[in-house]
């Protein structure tokens, strides 16, 4: 039996992706180890492997077929923008993705004035404010403590994940408008769809029912 392989996005999403395998039957031993430093995991009995990537990096393992599953959220698939199947809303961490900057912002959005955004998700940024909103402003790609920017001056506004809004909250920040809601998603390679679809589509449903229960 060729293996069949899935890519998990390091973290949190990660190890509720795991507790949802193994409702439904699939579990990795190995991978629980958390003192291990390998990367990749083997259920020799189930045909499978695991591995953990970095969340930016599981659409383009899905794209090329090196992972044939992988689970990412829609903010990750929508920025990288690969050519990958997506089959399932796993309903995971849910958020949002969200224009976000002090209240006196709001006015410079209104106007379309050119404004300065900044975010880990310059892409989004960019569809958003191009292609929706029709309004020119100036991108800058940050990587990290996004709600800094406007704090020092470095954008009006910043374009973010905002969950709890506890962040925002407490930098005196706010959500000026909502761009789309976010959730985990499984994805999967376009050929190993064709060439291993019932394999595939048994451990969709299988987490489709899992998430049911
Ligand atoms: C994310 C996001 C916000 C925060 C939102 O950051 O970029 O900063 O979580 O969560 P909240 O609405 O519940 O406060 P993350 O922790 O991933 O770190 P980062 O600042 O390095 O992006």
């Given at each position: 039996m060729k293996y069949l392989t899935i890519a998990l996005a390091k973290g949190r999403l990660a190890k509720q992706t795991l507790a949802l395998l193994e409702q439904t039957g699939i579990t990795c031993e190995?991978?629980?180890?958390?003192?291990?430093?390998?990367l990749i995991f083997v259920n020799e009995e189930l045909g499978l492997k695991f591995f953990l990537s970095k969340t930016s990096d599981v659409p383009t393992y899905v794209e090329y077929g090196a992972a044939d599953i992988g689970v990412v959220g829609s903010d990750t698939i929508l920025e990288e923008g690969r050519k990958i199947l997506e089959v399932l809303d796993l309903g995971l961490g849910k958020c949002r993705m969200c224009v976000a900057g002090p209240a006196s912002a709001r006015e410079l959005l209104q106007k379309n004035e050119i404004i300065r955004v900044a975010s880990k998700y310059p892409k989004i940024a960019k569809d958003y404010f191009y292609n929706k909103k029709h309004q020119t402003v100036e991108i800058v790609k940050l990587n990290?403590?996004?709600?800094l920017a406007p704090i020092v001056g470095l954008s009006e506004v910043i374009v973010d994940i905002v969950e709890t809004g506890s962040t925002l909250k407490e930098n005196g920040l706010e959500v000026l408008e909502e761009i789309c809601p976010l959730s985990a998603r499984v994805v999967v390679n376009e050929a190993s769809m064709k060439m291993q679809r019932e394999r595939i589509t048994k451990i969709v449903k299988d987490l489709k029912q899992a998430l049911n229960e």
């Open positions: 190995e991978m629980k180890d958390k003192d291990t430093r390998k990290g403590s996004v709600e």
